[in-house]
């Protein structure tokens, strides 16, 4: 079976970086994903790390330790648009479906 | 379609009706999924269909939980003799391809209330 961990809420202010950690216990994996949902919208698809290391795309950044059973997405420049809630999403032993976490909801005060 | 569309937005209904939700993916999208969310949580896994191959359903919590993809296109999810419980929305996700860098895409989802 799957089990992924992450902190319920993090605060931080506008400018700032935070990180939001995600482990995970698995059966199998293929690679972790962070998703991003506001409130009242759906999912959407933000990163994928496949291989140890770092992955970036603007702002944001997303680790993996396969080693460690460890991810963490690191938002930088927080934006009050950023306030959200943040998935991490594993990826099955089948390779076919993402397991999610239970979500951190990021609050973005001025 | 340019994005995944579900029908209705929102849908209440009396405990005991059955209730219809449909998906309509990304055109050329091969993999369907289905996820529901309550209030506040994480995102549960149902169902998910890929290709022509007989789809995963190792997700859905009951018998009373179906769902079928026609021509490989539309889905639609039948929850029969609807609970209390059942409450959620129901979230419909397409991607590309399975797996590695290929995220899914959601559509807006399904408010279902069961009253």
């Known amino acids: 079976g799957q089990s992924l961990e992450q902190p319920s809420e993090v605060t931080a202010v506008e400018g700032a970086i935070v990180q939001i950690n995600c482990t995970y216990q698995t059966s199998g994996f293929y690679g972790l994903s962070w998703y991003q949902q506001h409130d009242g919208g759906a999912p959407t698809f933000l990163s994928y790390n496949g291989l140890d290391g770092l992955e970036e795309t603007g702002r944001f950044s997303s680790f993996l330790s396969r080693s460690d059973s460890y991810g963490y997405l690191l938002l930088q420049e927080l934006q009050m648009k950023d306030s959200a809630s943040y998935f991490c999403?594993?990826?099955?032993?089948?390779?076919?479906?993402?397991?999610f976490g239970p979500g951190t909801r990021l609050s973005v005060l001025p | 379609g340019a994005g995944v569309s579900q029908s209705p937005s929102n849908k209440v209904t009396e405990k005991g009706k059955d209730v219809e939700l449909r998906c309509d993916p990304i055109s050329g999208h091969t993999a369907l999924y289905w996820y529901r969310q309550s209030l506040g949580q994480g995102l549960e896994f149902l169902i998910y269909?890929?290709?022509?191959?007989?789809?995963?359903k190792s997700g859905l919590p009951s018998d009373r939980f179906s769902a079928e993809r026609t021509g490989g296109s539309v889905s639609t999810l039948t929850i029969q003799r609807t609970q209390q419980e059942d409450s959620a929305v129901y979230l419909c996700?397409?991607?590309?391809?399975?797996?590695?860098?290929?995220?899914?895409?959601f559509g807006s989802g399904t408010r279902l209330t069961v009253v």
């Open positions: 996700a397409s991607s590309f391809l399975t797996g590695a860098g290929y995220g899914y895409t």
């Open positions: 269909f890929q290709g022509n191959s007989a789809p995963d």
């Open positions: 999403a594993v990826l099955d032993n089948y390779g076919q479906n993402f397991v």
